[in-house]
């Protein structure tokens, strides 16, 4: 980064560099990058912190997953080797139920397991509005980041020194 006459770093983080007139954000937030996009302090607005993503639950999908798909091949397996309904003898009623069981495990387990995978996981958003531009965002990891919250701290300390 090249700095300005008179401008000094106080602060940098892996995604973030505060200097005591600009701050500068990655291109790509929540990731390192070659590019980073700059704002003069005076500028920019007052930041928001913000939780966002959610937690992964791959293992309670894994394991969802597993225990419908034993309960459907339980009934499938013999039914398609050996013509015969293992369930029969039980009330229609409770076979319906096995089956929905059966089905509701096999769905959860997919729709957590792809979840974790496609959600971000827990980070802390950081918005500082540009009037007349377009906004900054920083991401840090986890919720209620103690990062976020120093970097919010030292751009109030800069921003009230211009």
């Known amino acids: 980064m090249d700095l300005l006459p008179g401008e000094e770093m106080i602060d940098e983080w892996d995604t973030v560099m505060l200097t005591n007139q600009r701050v500068f ?5 929540g990731r390192i990058s070659d590019r980073w996009h700059d704002m003069p302090l005076d500028e920019c607005l007052e930041p928001k912190l913000k939780n966002a993503g959610k937690t ?10 597993v225990v419908g798909s034993a309960l459907i091949a339980l009934q499938l397996v013999p039914y398609l080797f050996f013509g015969t309904n293992v369930l029969n003898f039980l009330y229609k009623w409770i076979e319906s139920l096995y089956f929905l069981v059966s089905m509701l495990g096999v769905t959860a387990g997919i729709y957590l397991t792809l979840g974790s995978y496609l959600n971000r996981p827990p980070h802390t958003s950081v918005l500082i509005s540009v009037p007349g531009s377009k906004d900054i965002l920083a991401i840090f990891e986890g919720w209620d980041s103690e990062e976020a919250r120093a970097f919010v701290t030292k751009y109030r300390r800069a921003k009230r020194a211009i």
């Open 25 to 29: 954000v990655s291109s790509k937030p």
């Open 56 to 65: 992964g639950r791959k293992w309670l999908g894994y394991r969802f997953l």
